[in-house]
């Protein structure tokens, strides 16, 4: 998020704009920091967990700092019903209180604004008006293609322990990732098959990495975690997967999507209401499945399949992003 929030910030349409960094949500006064933009306009990228210890915490720090400043928000990571019993509703009164708080909302997604919808209405709140809501798609890196497709890895060809034919999942590990129906698709493919994590337990979950490698080997198969990788190398990680997969149910809208697509990779993903958006929005950009071992046979077989092909559009670009977020911007100024 706070990467998206800065290659925004540096388009052309955006660079002028004066940024704030601050390292640290939990342990920072906002006001102080932004006191030089007092009674300005402040545009802020944010989700409950970087502000406080709980959802409230951080909606009280935001509805603290909107009495200071003209705060507009991009929320990210909105209230859904997956976030388990109690779990939503006490996230979207959280949400519901910072929209209450603040001059207009940015999300990522119409998806995301649906689910901002339902999290109002859980929460007993109005309905955000349309003058005070605005969807700007994640932006897109340019991608790159192989000169010639590759050709399929026999498993004879794979050596024991190579992830030449894993199925690769890239992101935090966390409850729900999608890490799971992974390993389990896997146990149904050749034996040479395994599954590779390309990122780093998300924080308060140490312990997924060691249950995830148990569920493995009650299963036979290999699974590996690589922990934090810096950008050139995770490239190169999300150019040599065999199969690059994006399993996580419950999207709302899909950094981890994006960067297989800036790697010139066409991700399984599974149906669901925001990948029917993503794909009406950039068709073929994506392997939608039904069935993730089938999808994962087929892709195995015919590798080509897993990158993106040279008529594909990724939209919106950076620059496209970053102009759509100016004119919202403006309008929301005073």
Same mark, same amino acid.
């Given at each position: 998020?706070? /990467? ?49 210890? &709980? ?7 935001? &509805?603290? @700092?909107?009495?200071?400043?003209? @705060? ?18 006490? /996230? ?49 890196? &340019? ?5 010639? %497709? ?57 312990? @997924? ?16 975690? &690589?922990? =934090? ?17 994006? %399993? ?17 990779? /066409? %991700? ?5 209401? =925001? ?6 929005? $950039? ?5 939608? =499945? ?27 670009? /950076?620059?496209?992003?970053?102009? $759509? ?10």
């Amino acid at each position: 998020m706070t /990467r998206c929030a800065l290659e925004l910030h540096d388009t052309p349409a955006l660079r002028h704009q004066p940024v704030v960094r601050v390292e640290d949500g939990h342990g920072t006064d906002l006001g102080a920091a932004l006191g030089a933009h007092r009674g300005g306009h402040v545009h802020l990228h944010v989700t409950d967990k970087l502000l406080g210890r &709980t959802a409230a915490q951080a909606a009280d720090v935001l &509805t603290a @700092l909107a009495a200071q400043v003209r @705060l507009t928000v991009t929320l990210h990571d909105l209230p859904q019903p997956a976030d388990g019993p109690g779990g939503f509703e006490r /996230r979207a009164a959280a949400y519901a209180q910072v929209v209450a708080a603040v001059h207009g909302v940015v999300v990522s997604s119409r998806h995301e604004a649906a689910l901002l919808d339902d999290a109002l209405a859980q929460a007993g709140a109005p309905a955000l008006p349309d003058d005070r809501r605005a969807v700007v798609p994640l932006p897109v890196a &340019t991608h790159e293609r192989p000169a010639t %497709p590759p050709e399929p890895i026999p498993p004879s060809d794979a050596a024991p322990g190579a992830d030449q034919r894993d199925l690769v999942v890239l992101g935090y590990l966390y409850p729900g990732k999608g890490h799971e129906e992974a390993l389990d698709a896997a146990a149904t493919l050749p034996d040479d098959v395994g599954v590779l994590a390309l990122g780093r337990p998300s924080d308060g979950h140490d312990d @997924l990495a060691e249950e995830l490698g148990a569920r493995a080997a009650r299963l036979g198969r290999r699974f590996a975690v &690589t922990g =934090y990788l810096p950008d050139d190398e995770l490239v190169g990680r999300l150019r040599g997967a065999a199969v690059p997969v994006a %399993p996580h149910r419950h999207l709302s809208a899909s950094g981890s999507i994006n960067s297989w697509l800036a790697a010139g990779r /066409r %991700p399984l993903v599974p149906r669901s209401r =925001y990948v029917e958006e993503l794909v009406a929005r $950039c068709p073929g950009a994506v392997l939608v =499945y039904d069935d993730l071992a089938a999808a994962a046979r087929a892709a195995l077989a015919d590798p080509a399949s897993t990158w993106l092909g040279p008529d594909v559009r990724l939209t919106p670009t /950076r620059d496209e992003a970053g102009r $759509c977020y100016a004119a919202v911007l403006a309008r929301w100024a005073s």
